[in-house]
């Protein structure tokens, strides 16, 4: 027996666990009307930087669905926004940067500023653990039963957003980058990769029990690329951070990694693997070490579309992952659109031992 309380630590620690426990990636979010209303009062930026709104923000999906997880409430671009780079979210066009392009723009990002103007972010985890560790919880869930997960951008994919200096399908300028002129685009990746450490070791020291690394874009890169870029500076992050703090859980979201995955799995020395939307299940699971944790990965447009579609979706990969530990999740972000009765009904399908 374990003295672990709480369902998603267990199964972060190698444990299998049944039914699996679950959070959503962008759980705290847009489909939610309470969220909505405080989105009235101030811009992301302001949202994420203020310790009341990003603690209530978090806990908002918690109190009203209870998932074993509250993932902070922030964005991976506050890192390089803490650096000196400008940072705005445009309504309907999502962010815009000013872009890195030249060895000039690098050299004018300053990382010494990042633990002045993170404080605010270590201040919400803070809290957060304070409040679902704390008798304070009720209301919320059990004390003491939500894991708390931190997280940031992996090194390439900020990158992306830093030298595109917005959303692109492509990320052409960053690949070509990487091609045309290595050594500048090397020197972002190591920029990116001591920074990203730094302020996810903060994070733990602040109260994230476990830390996720998002790469949303990795699937862009070819094998040679993708290890350079990908794999590499997310093992280096995650042996620094283990040797600092040798009981922590690192969740690592190669999304679109396809083929590359169980290298990925392999060679970075995560805990736990995210699946995205497309990645078979049952194969990966048949792949990869048995005491590697898998996440993932419901479709977000089944939890959109609700009813028999999705509950047949969820069955099929809570079945998936039987036997191993698994946590449940979505592939990618829940979609802004979804009614959150859906995500009720995903919530208490998942737990219905009886089928
Ligand atoms: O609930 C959570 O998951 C916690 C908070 C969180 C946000 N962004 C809040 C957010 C997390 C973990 C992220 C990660 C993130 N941010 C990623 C990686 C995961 C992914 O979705 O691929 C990426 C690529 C970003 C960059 C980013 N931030 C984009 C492209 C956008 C605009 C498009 C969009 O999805 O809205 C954002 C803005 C953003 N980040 C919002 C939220 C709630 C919307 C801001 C608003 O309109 O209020």
């Known amino acids: 027996m374990t003295k672990e309380t709480k369902r998603l630590l267990r199964v972060l620690n190698g444990e299998s666990v049944w039914p699996p426990p679950v959070w959503l990636m962008r759980q705290a979010g847009r489909f939610l ?13 302001t949202r ?3 310790p009341d709104i990003a603690t209530e923000i978090t806990l908002q999906p918690i109190r ?12 991976i671009l506050v890192l390089p926004w803490a650096m000196g780079q400008s940072l705005e979210f445009i309504e309907g066009r999502g962010p815009v940067l000013g872009p890195i392009r030249s060895a000039a723009d690098l050299a004018r990002l300053d990382p010494a500023r990042i633990p002045e103007r993170t404080a605010p972010v270590l201040e919400t985890l803070g809290r957060l653990r304070a409040q679902l560790d704390g008798p304070d919880a009720i209301g919320v869930a059990a004390p003491g039963s939500v894991t708390q997960i931190g997280f940031a951008g992996s090194p ?3 990158s992306c957003y830093m030298v595109e200096g917005h959303g692109s399908r492509e990320f052409a300028s960053v690949r070509r980058m990487s091609y045309e002129e290595p050594a500048l685009y090397d020197r972002l990746i190591a920029l990116l990769t001591e920074t990203t450490t730094e302020f996810l070791s903060a994070q733990i020291k602040a109260g994230a029990e476990a830390v996720m690394l998002f790469d949303s874009w990795a699937g862009l890169l070819p094998p040679s690329e993708f290890r350079r870029h990908v794999i590499a500076p997310t093992r280096q ?3 620094e951070l283990k ?3 040798p009981d922590i859980r690192v969740i690592g979201f190669p999304r679109l990694a396809g083929v590359m995955a169980p290298e990925y799995a392999r060679e970075t020395g995560v805990d736990v693997m995210a699946l995205d939307t497309g990645a078979d299940f049952a194969k990966i699971a048949a792949e990869v070490p048995n005491d590697l944790v898998l996440q993932g990965n419901l479709d977000p447009l089944a939890v959109l579309a609700g009813g028999d579609a999705m509950r047949r979706e969820v069955l099929a990969i809570r079945e998936a ?11 990618h972000g829940v979609l802004p659109e979804t009614p959150p009765e859906h995500v009720g009904d995903l919530i208490r399908t998942l737990r219905e031992t009886g089928l």
Do not use: Q, W
């Open 237 to 239: 992050i995650t042996k």
């Open 64 to 75: 009203r669905f209870g998932m074993d997880g509250a993932i902070l409430f922030s964005d």
């Open 321 to 331: 992952g039987r036997g191993r530990p698994h946590v449940f999740n979505l592939g």
């Open 33 to 45: 009307p309470e969220f909505r209303a405080l989105r009235e009062k101030a811009d992301f930026l």
């Open 243 to 245: 040797n600092r703090h």
């Open 156 to 158: 390439f994919t900020v």
């Open 48 to 50: 994420c930087m203020t």
